[in-house]
């Protein structure tokens, strides 16, 4: 449908000193076959030649697989689509006439930078603690040298289909970090390759993601539901496992 | 290790043991007030030896205390998690989902959690208050007649309806609590994940049923 419009309630922010708050803007000739952020694009344009600030957003790729573009949309992180990020969402999944609500993610460890924008450096953090192999595995191995089960192949790339987005945290009532922080403890976990650093891995994750101060989890589900990539609850009942195992083991 | 014990991991670990172990003793408690079923004198009687028994053994106190000290525990652990987590998000949502794939008992452990308490306060006023310090009468065997007691409370129907109402509470909070206790240890396996939830969704079904067919029985009677 063309002339498309929609009725928007923006969180503008000019930097994580300034309060921030909600602006309205009435928006029409859109096209319902534009993303979710091709129609921010053309209101950006808009506000630019009326010499007003822009929207800012993070996006990247455009395709659903760098995270990029976090925002919370009508009270969900990604917007309303299951297992969709922002930029895979397209305007005929709303109504025209409909009023939407863009907020970013609330968190304390994700201040806003602007606007829409938020600092998920923690997340970077998390990952320098530990996420990462660094023994030496040797040079690329033939093909099935290395034995594996399909089981295992899955498990761990399921958990590695996270894009660490956030939407996690966005979700959870208490701000936790645990489905993003288990999605990456669980695949080198699960793979010969991350035997030989599993438990330092895990204890030094964790406890960067306490360090960071995001919430704990109650295992509610909200993040899972959220999730673009629909990562399992099942890798944070595999984090704290491991947790117990590694510091029980001393 | 050095932050083993002030994770919130490990907190919640000490909030699911000792929510595991409460599970224990209302079972236990259960099954002692099941007696309160029996008719007539001889449930007068069975009861008031029952009671005397429970508050004379040195086993039976000795795990009272663990079963206080476990009640603290589990209060302590859950506000301070409660309190750190409303940290965690100091600007709430304008507009908030409802948060789809989550129960409402998940959403409200805290609030369930408070009212159970409230209820405990109110319960051991009425019952481990009296028997302990009160001044009730004793029955023809000479023994402290908790027995007449309890009936009495639950002649009141608002006292009864209050004690149904908390057994819903409790049914809402084991219903989220105990699969959640199972996944916070890391024994929620893909193996056991259906056991879990048919255990958990059981405990939360039937404890607090028979709890509350007691007071409707003796209310009725």
Redesign the interface.
Known sequence: MENFSIKLKVWRQKNNKTQGKFVDYDIDDLNEHMSFLEMLDVLNERLISSREEPIAFEHDCREGICGSCSMVINGKPHGPLKGTTTCQLHMYHFNDGDNITIEPWRAKSFPVIKDLVVDRTPFDRIIQSGGYISVNTGSAPDGNAIPISQEDALYAFDAAACIGCGACVAACKNASASLFVSAKISQLASLPQGQPERDKRVVAMVDQMEVEGFGHCTNTGACEAECPKEISQEYIRKMNWEYHRANIKG | ?K??F????????LAGLSGGFLVVFLIGHLAGNLQLFIPGELGQKQFNAYALFMTTNPAVIALSYITYTTIILHSIVTIY?VF??K?????????????????WA??N?AFLGTMILIFLIIHLRSFWYEMHFGNIGFDKWGNKDLHTVTVAAFQNVYYTAFYILSMLMLAFHLS?GV??AF????????KYKKSITYIGKGVAIIIPLIFASIPITLYVR
């Open positions: 290790m932050l083993y002030s994770s919130k991991i490990f907190q919640k670990a998690l750190k987590s940290l965690a998000r100091p600007i709430k949502y304008h507009v908030s989902s409802g948060n789809s794939n989550s129960t998940s959403r452990m989220h699969g959640s996944q916070t240890l890391g024994l929620n396996t893909s």
